[in-house]
C-alpha cells in the first residue's frame, strides 16, 4: 500500500521557481510517468519524492505521512547511471539491501543468515534474467545489465515506491523493450508505486497507468526564472498495458 | 610513415629503451671515474666499481669491529621499522579523518580547516620540536615522517570521498544503510585501492623525512650511516647505500602496485 499525496509543493533556488504549485494525489499501484523538456523540474520533482532535496514550500505525505527529509527504504530507486557499487559482484550488490537490513554493525551477514540471503538474492537475479551473471563485476556487464541489476536491487528491499530516473535512456532500443517487460512485470508482482521520469514519450504511454507533463504554466520573457513549473497535463491511461507493444526492429 | 604518436615499440623493444638509460648512466660513470682516477689514484670523488664492491661486502657481510654488528643490515633494519611503522600509522590516520571528514558533513566543517593548515606546516621546520618533545629516540623520527605525509594522505582520500558518485550515497541510504553502514561497506571499500595509490606517492616524501631524521639524531640507520661517512668523503659507502635506498623504494612501489592489482581487481582499468 502506498499511496501518495503532493500538496502544494513549490521548490525554489533562490529567486529561481523550479516548481510551482504542484498537487497530486496518486492511488496504491499506480504507474505514473512523467514528462516534460529538459529543465522543467521533473528531475527535482523526483529528488523531493526521494528525500534528497526538501520542498520549499508544501508536503509531500505517502499514506497520509509527511515523507522523511532523506532517503528511506520505503523508497526505492533506479538512476541512469551510477547506481551500482563497483566493488562488488552482481550477486553482491543485490544482497547488500539484505544485509544491511539484518546486520546493523557490520552490514555483512554469516553461515544460515548469509546463504538465506544469497539465495533471495539468486532468486532474484534469476527473474531479471542475471543469474548467469552473478559473480561478475558491474563493469563488466553491459548498459542493460547494469540496469536490470539495478532494479534488482532496489526491488529486493521491496519498496513501497519506486523511483525510475530515466533508467532507460542509455539503452540501445532493443535492449529498452526488455526493460519494459521486466518492469512491467515486477511492478505487478511487487504492488510497488513507480514513478518514472522520462524522455521517450512513447514510452511513457506503454508503460504508465498516469502521464503527466511538466511545464511552465507562465512565462515572464523579461525573466524567465520568475514562475516555476507545474503539472500542466494529468492523464489517466485507461488502457492497461500487460505487455509493451514489440518496437519496430 | 605513421604519426610518432601511434608508432608502439613491441615488447622486446620497449624493455630495451627501458634499460637504456640505465647502462648508458652506468657506462658514463665507469668512464668519468677512470678519466679521474687515472689522473689521481686516490681521488674518493668516484671511486672504482671494485672499490664500491669492496667496501660493501665489508659493509654487508662483515661484522664491524667496534659494534660487532654487520652495519649494512642493522642499518637497513633499523630504517625500514621505522619508516614501517610510520607508513602504517598514517595510513590508518589517513583512512579515519578522510572517512570522518569525507561523510560527515559537522566532522568536514570542524577538521577541515585545520587538517589543511597542518599540511602545510613544513615537516622539517618542526623538528626540532620533536626531537625536544618526543626525545631523541624512535617515536620523533615516527613522529616527523606521520606529519610529513599523514595529512596529505588524509586530504587525498577525503577528496575520494567526495569523488564517489552522490548517486551510489543515495542509492545505500534506500536500501536501508545508516551513517556507519554506508561506511563500512561502500565507502571504506572502495578507499582501499585509492589509499594504496596515496601510499605510493607519499612514499617519497617518506624517505626524505625518514633520512633528514636519522642525519640528525640517531645511532644507526641509512640515512645516518650516509651522514656519518660524509665528512669521510667516503662515496664508495654512500654510492651504494643510495642505490640501496632506491632499490628498497622501487621494490616497495611494485610491491604496493602489484597487491593493489591483485586484492582489489574490480578497480583495476578494463583491459
Known amino acids: ?249 | 610513415m605513421r604519426r610518432l604518436i601511434n608508432q608502439h615499440p613491441g615488447r622486446a623493444a620497449g624493455l630495451a629503451l627501458g634499460v637504456l638509460p640505465f647502462v648508458a648512466l652506468l657506462v658514463l660513470y665507469v668512464v668519468a671515474s677512470q678519466l679521474r682516477l687515472a689522473e689521481n689514484p686516490d681521488d674518493k670523488l668516484l671511486p672504482a666499481l671494485g672499490k664500491i664492491a669492496s667496501t660493501f661486502h665489508s659493509y654487508a657481510f662483515e661484522e664491524d669491529s667496534r659494534t660487532g654488528r654487520v652495519l649494512f643490515w642493522a642499518d637497513t633494519w633499523a630504517s625500514l621499522k621505522r619508516i614501517g611503522s610510520a607508513l602504517v600509522i598514517s595510513a590508518m590516520l589517513g583512512m579515519v579523518l578522510a572517512l570522518t571528514i569525507g561523510v560527515v558533513p559537522r566532522a568536514r566543517a570542524l577538521l577541515s580547516p585545520l587538517l589543511g593548515t597542518i599540511a602545510m606546516i613544513p615537516p622539517l621546520a618542526i623538528l626540532p620540536v620533536l626531537f625536544i618533545v618526543l626525545g631523541l629516540e624512535e617515536t620523533a623520527k615516527i613522529a616527523l615522517i606521520v606529519i610529513g605525509i599523514a595529512p596529505c594522505i588524509a586530504r587525498d582520500l577525503a577528496l575520494r570521498v567526495g569523488e564517489l558518485p552522490k548517486e551510489q550515497i543515495i542509492k545505500a541510504q534506500t536500501l536501508g544503510a545508516s551513517t556507519w553502514q554506508l561506511v563500512v561497506r561502500v565507502v571504506l571499500p572502495q578507499l582501499w585501492p585509492r589509499l594504496i595509490d596515496s601510499l605510493r606517492l607519499s612514499m617519497g616524501s617518506a624517505w626524505l623525512f625518514l633520512i633528514a631524521a636519522e642525519a640528525i639524531a640517531s645511532t644507526e640507520g641509512l640515512g645516518y650511516r650516509i651522514f656519518l661517512v660524509r665528512r669521510y668523503l667516503a662515496m664508495d659507502v654512500i654510492l651504494p647505500y643510495v642505490v640501496w635506498i632506491t632499490l628498497l623504494a622501487v621494490l616497495s612501489d611494485l610491491g604496493l602496485r602489484v597487491l593493489r592489482a591483485r586484492a582489489f581487481r574490480w578497480a583495476e582499468p578494463e583491459r
Not at chain 1, 557499487?85 to 539484505?98: A, D, R, S, Y
Not at chain 1, 525510475?164 to 529498452?176: C, I, K, S, Y
Open chain 1, 1 to 249: 500500500m502506498a499511496t501518495v499525496s503532493v500538496r502544494h509543493v513549490w521548490k525554489e533556488y533562490g529567486s529561481a521557481v523550479v516548481l510551482e504549485n504542484v498537487r497530486l494525489e496518486i492511488a496504491d499501484h499506480e504507474f505514473v510517468t512523467i514528462v516534460g523538456a529538459s529543465g522543467c523540474g521533473k528531475t527535482t520533482f523526483l529528488k523531493m519524492l526521494l528525500g534528497m532535496e526538501q520542498p520549499t514550500r508544501g508536503q509531500i505525505l505517502i499514506d497520509g505521512v509527511p515523507i522523511r527529509p532523506e532517503p528511506d527504504p520505503d523508497r526505492g530507486v533506479v538512476f541512469q547511471r551510477y547506481s551500482s557499487f563497483p566493488h562488488l559482484t552482481v550477486l553482491e550488490n543485490v544482497m547488500l539491501g539484505l544485509e544491511l537490513r539484518s546486520s546493523k554493525l557490520t552490514g555483512k551477514l554469516f553461515g544460515a543468515a548469509r546463504r538465506e540471503a544469497r539465495a533471495a538474492s539468486m532468486a532474484m537475479l534469476e527473474s531479471v534474467g542475471l543469474a548467469h551473471a552473478a559473480d561478475r563485476y558491474p563493469a563488466q556487464l553491459s548498459g542493460g545489465m547494469q540496469q536490470r541489476m539495478s532494479i534488482a536491487q532496489a526491488v529486493i528491499r521491496k519498496p513501497k515506491i519506486l523511483l525510475l530516473d530515466e533508467p532507460f535512456g542509455a539503452l540501445d532500443p532493443g535492449v529498452t523493450a526488455d526493460m519494459h517487460e521486466l518492469i512491467l512485470r515486477l511492478w505487478e508482482e511487487n504492488r510497488m508505486t513507480i514513478f518514472m521520469v522520462s524522455h521517450d514519450i512513447q514510452e511513457s504511454f506503454q508503460l504508465g497507468t498516469r502521464l503527466l507533463t511538466f511545464d511552465k504554466l507562465r512565462v515572464d520573457p523579461q525573466s524567465p526564472e520568475a514562475y516555476g513549473a507545474s503539472v500542466t497535463y494529468d492523464m489517466p491511461l485507461t488502457r492497461r498495458p500487460t505487455r509493451p507493444h514489440p518496437l519496430p526492429a
